[in-house]
């Protein structure tokens, strides 16, 4: 028996040796060790044997199972580490690899331009107001003398709808509502971004859809010096602290006296150049001291009150700074034009 217990160890622990396989090593531990194995059926004819030869083998069977068993733990926890270094090395990630770009959107150019004025005039204590596209007739040029007949209405080549309604040739009338809704009992100062409608034949410096930003300031003692420092202060944030800004007469009917503002060319620096026509100056927008028929309509006493407004055009004024020739960029939505102007 005894050489019956050395075989059966002998060929268990050759084969644990043998198998890289944790599938056949639990095979091994049934085919030895099991209810049925061979180890067991060995213990089974102890009976058989006489009173003094049991404790003997039964020693050396237990030292048979007690081998066959550490062998397979240990083989088991061979297997058991040397699947887990396969895993980590399949599962390995190589950090230094460059990543894959994740494609995010951003602000469009024109978007970010208004932005960019708003927070500019929120931060002079103005207020971002709205008003509607399709407009009356009264609010788009008679709140602003312009009466019907008025000649001055052919600057702007309109879109009628009916004869009482329109789509909006600029955001002035959105002065005339304020003035109305805080009827003439308190300060105005607010800024109307918004999109503006003409009649016009679409070419690189015109669309027939554009923006504009209105402003307009009413107070007690609100003075022409006051419209031009904050002009002032608008140019140089907008296009840098050395330009230099001056006002040309001119006319619109809403306002008296009228202003065409200028900036000094970054380009040339005032020397001339083709980008100011050789002038040295860049037209940037219209404004003036709002006319007292314009103030009286919108319920403010022109005795009492005095004003200013101006209105400028986002698309003229991201021309100018990014250096974009034609409007129409703005509109055709060219992907490759809008991500030079996403902020990171
Ligand atoms: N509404 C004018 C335009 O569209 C721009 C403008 C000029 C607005 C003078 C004003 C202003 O408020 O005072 O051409």
């Not at 006489?50 to 733990?73: C, H, Q, W, Y």
């Not at 007949?149 to 702007?156: E, G, S, V």
């Not at 202060?233 to 907008?238: H, I, N, S, V």
């Not at 101006?310 to 991500?339: C, S, W």
Request: aromatic share 8%; net charge negative.
């Amino acid at each position: 028996m005894r050489e019956q217990l050395e075989a059966i160890q002998a060929e268990a622990l050759e084969r644990i040796s043998q198998t890289e396989d944790m599938k056949e090593l639990q095979d091994i531990k049934v085919t030895y060790l099991g209810k049925k194995g061979s180890l067991t059926g060995v213990l089974r004819g102890m009976g058989k044997l006489s009173k003094e030869e049991r404790p003997v083998v039964g020693e050396i069977a237990n030292k048979v199972r007690e081998s066959i068993t550490a062998a397979l733990d240990e083989k088991n926890e061979k297997l058991e580490q040397l699947q887990l270094e396969e895993q980590l090395e399949a599962e390995t990630i190589d950090v230094t690899l460059p990543g894959r770009p994740v494609k995010v959107g951003g602000a469009h150019l024109l978007s970010s331009i208004v932005q960019e004025l708003e927070d500019l005039f929120i931060g002079m204590g103005y207020e971002v107001r709205e008003g509607p596209e399709v407009e009356t007739d009264f609010y788009n040029f008679e709140a602003l003398n312009l009466p019907k007949n008025h000649p001055a209405r052919d600057m702007q080549d309109t879109f009628y709808i009916t004869n009482e309604l329109l789509l909006r040739t600029h955001t002035s009338p959105v002065q005339a509502r304020t003035m109305q809704e805080y009827k003439g009992e308190k300060p105005v100062k607010m800024i109307c971004p918004g999109k503006v409608y003409r009649r016009d034949t679409d070419d690189a410096t015109h669309s027939h859809q554009f923006t504009q930003i209105e402003g307009l300031y009413v107070d007690k003692n609100v003075r022409m010096s006051d419209l031009k420092g904050t002009l002032d202060t608008f140019a140089k944030k907008m296009f840098g602290e050395d330009r230099e800004i001056r006002l040309r007469p001119s006319f619109f009917p809403f306002t008296e006296p009228s202003v065409e503002m200028d900036i000094s060319c970054k380009v040339c620096n005032g020397e001339g150049c083709s980008v100011c026509k050789g002038t040295g100056w860049i037209e940037i927008l219209g404004g003036g001291m709002v006319h007292p028929k314009v103030l009286e309509m919108g319920g403010y006493d022109p005795e009492v009150y005095s004003g200013f407004a101006f209105g400028m055009g986002p698309e003229r004024i991201a021309m100018l700074k990014y250096g974009v020739n034609d409007i129409r960029q703005f509109y055709t939505n060219d992907i490759r034009f809008l991500k030079q102007y996403h902020k990171a």
